[in-house]
């Protein structure tokens, strides 16, 4: 579209008042990040950068083992979703199955990811607790599963509808089997599906806190965030550390939105709007 | 020639493969929802580690309905989730419509207004308080930079509700944005050309051909933005949780006191029931204007 100039000036005024806005909480926490305790309390606007706040989160508060507790639950839901989601997506999208049945499962995958979180915090906590995987990675990746199933089964089935129909059957002419139709054709030419299911699913894992802090309590499998949500509260809040935690939590979607964004984007169409 | 036997195996693909999807649905949803109904009508204590639950009828229930925090939290949900998804379903409309009048630094535009989204809630949580904080934050260090003594943007009775709106709209604006922006990417160019070249204005053309093409997209939007807003709780947390006295107070933050706080795992699941049931409602309702408005406009055209 080509507008007038006096538009084209409203329209960029518009434009860059938005990435300002956006981008001013960003700034604020890497500014923070770098600075000493004693600028931070200061509130002075000029001040050196520092590397103390990184070091202390990192040697002090065990911040590591966060991140390996964050990316283990978080790889770890977002394989086993693929796995489910492909099949599922698979045996969906490729096979005829009566309307109604097809049309329950999607309406009920829906439900679930309309449903707020909270609704599982309780039952998830009391299932860990008499299973035995309270505070440990298992029983956050038992609730990534459930909540990032929904989207993945959604967007592969999309998916998995969008393979033509004589590929596959021209596989079976030729005598290959289901599950062989499965791992040669479907899976490479759903490619794009399960990168779209995975880093979603991935990236909404890594930013969860509601399960993370809910079932655990100790380093063994507390997550960035609920280190975040220790530091501020701690008696004197923490301000250098809980900036540098957050500025590493945010990692994943930085690195989605600058490298994947054209997945973000359909997939989160995709979950959103029906054909 | 295909055996026999494998030949049912590879007959029964075709379930197998939805197996693993059923098992989880039925042992990690409908389980834990089953579970919780059960947890509803109890009340519920450890004893030894083994968790013990002796039924009250319906106690929690009559409770939960005399509830003023409840009730509170409630409204202040549903207040949150009107105000904050009318403003951020204007400013992404607006930001999306001009985005799709960029051509060159499109890219970079869509980068940030898409951002905020994939941000871990804990963190804009965060950010937030590193401006707001009364003490510490830039919003203070500035307002005195400017000779004024700034508010406790947090604490205040009147300031903190539509503080934490704020907040909420600067995190899920890019959500409403990247949908909206999907639809702007799909609207048909020859359309506005051929309008300009009639002469139309500028303002014209948005008023009366995208803003009509866009209606069905963003209504999806408003749809799933609103049902979502009810999910609001980590930022809550964080900044204010659910202070002063109960007013920024939402249903996940309420639950989440109730259930880990106060040990009152019965009295919680007998309120995650009701929401439960409020959000199927809200679901159900949604979809069916949804499908009235949409019979509407197949019906005109």
């Known amino acids: 579209m080509k507008a007038p100039r006096l538009d084209r000036l409203v329209i960029f005024s518009i434009l860059v008042f938005g990435v300002v806005v956006t981008l001013i909480p960003i700034v604020v926490v890497f500014r923070t990040a770098l600075q000493l305790p004693r600028d931070i309390i200061s509130g002075g606007l000029l001040f050196s950068p520092s590397l103390h706040n990184i070091q202390s989160t990192f040697g002090t508060y065990r911040f590591g083992r966060l991140m390996v507790n964050s990316l283990v639950s978080a790889s770890g839901a977002t394989v086993i979703v693929l796995a489910v989601g492909a099949l599922a997506g698979f045996s969906l999208g490729i096979f005829t199955w009566p309307r109604w049945w097809t049309a329950l499962i999607l309406a009920t995958l829906l439900m679930i990811q309309m449903l707020p979180p909270v609704v599982f915090a309780g039952p998830f906590y009391l299932i860990s607790r008499q299973v035995g995987i309270y505070n440990t990675p298992l029983a956050l990746i038992m609730a990534y599963i459930v909540l990032q199933t929904p989207l993945a089964v959604l967007i592969l089935h999309r998916f998995s509808r969008s393979i033509p129909g004589e590929l596959i059957e021209a596989a079976h002419m030729d005598g290959a089997r289901h599950h062989v139709v499965f791992t040669h054709i479907c899976l490479p030419l759903m490619t794009p599906g399960l990168a779209t299911a995975g880093l979603l699913s991935f990236v909404f894992s890594w930013n969860d806190f509601m399960f993370a802090v809910s079932l655990s309590s100790t380093t063994r499998a507390m997550t960035i965030p609920v280190g975040i949500a220790n530091f501020a509260q701690d008696f004197q809040i923490l301000y250098g550390n809980i900036a540098v935690a957050a500025a590493f939590a945010a990692i994943p979607g930085f690195l989605m939105v600058l490298f994947a964004q054209r997945y973000v984007t359909r997939g989160l169409t995709m979950g959103a709007v029906k054909e | ?301």
């Open chain 2, 1 to 301: 020639m295909r055996t026999s036997g494998s030949g049912t195996l590879d007959d029964l693909f075709k379930y197998l493969a939805l197996v693993p999807l059923i098992a989880i649905l039925v042992v990690l949803v409908i389980a834990p929802v089953g579970q919780l109904i059960v947890t509803s009508f109890s009340r519920v204590r450890f004893a030894s580690g083994a968790v013990v639950f002796s039924p009250v009828g319906l106690e929690n229930y009559r409770n939960a309905l005399q509830d003023q925090v409840a009730l509170r939290a409630l409204l202040n949900t549903t207040a949150l989730a009107v105000i904050s998804v009318t403003i951020e379903t204007l400013l992404a409309v607006i930001l999306a419509i001009s985005v799709g009048y960029v051509h060159r630094g499109n890219l970079l535009f869509r980068t940030v207004f898409i951002f905020p989204m994939l941000l871990p809630p804990i963190a804009i949580g965060v950010m937030w308080l590193m401006i707001l904080d009364f003490n510490y934050g830039v919003l203070n260090a500035v307002l005195a930079a400017l000779g004024v003594n700034g508010p406790a943007w947090l604490a205040h009775p009147r300031l903190a509700f539509p503080s934490i709106i704020v907040v909420d709209i600067w995190h899920w604006t890019s959500f409403v944005f990247l949908i909206v922006l999907a639809g702007v990417e799909t609207l048909p160019h020859e359309l506005s050309e051929s309008a300009r070249i009639d002469g139309a204005s500028e303002r014209q053309i948005v008023w009366q051909i995208i803003l009509p093409l866009l209606r069905p997209i963003i209504l999806v939007a408003v749809i799933t933005r609103t049902i979502f807003a009810f999910k609001v709780y980590e930022q809550i947390f964080l900044l204010t949780d659910g202070g002063p006295g109960n007013r920024t107070e939402v249903i996940s933050s309420y639950i989440m006191r109730v259930f880990f706080n106060q040990n009152r795992m019965g009295y919680a699941a007998a309120l995650s029931v009701l929401t439960l049931i409020f959000i199927t409602v809200l679901v159900i309702g949604f979809m069916y204007l949804q499908s009235l408005l949409t019979r509407e406009r197949e019906a005109r055209s």
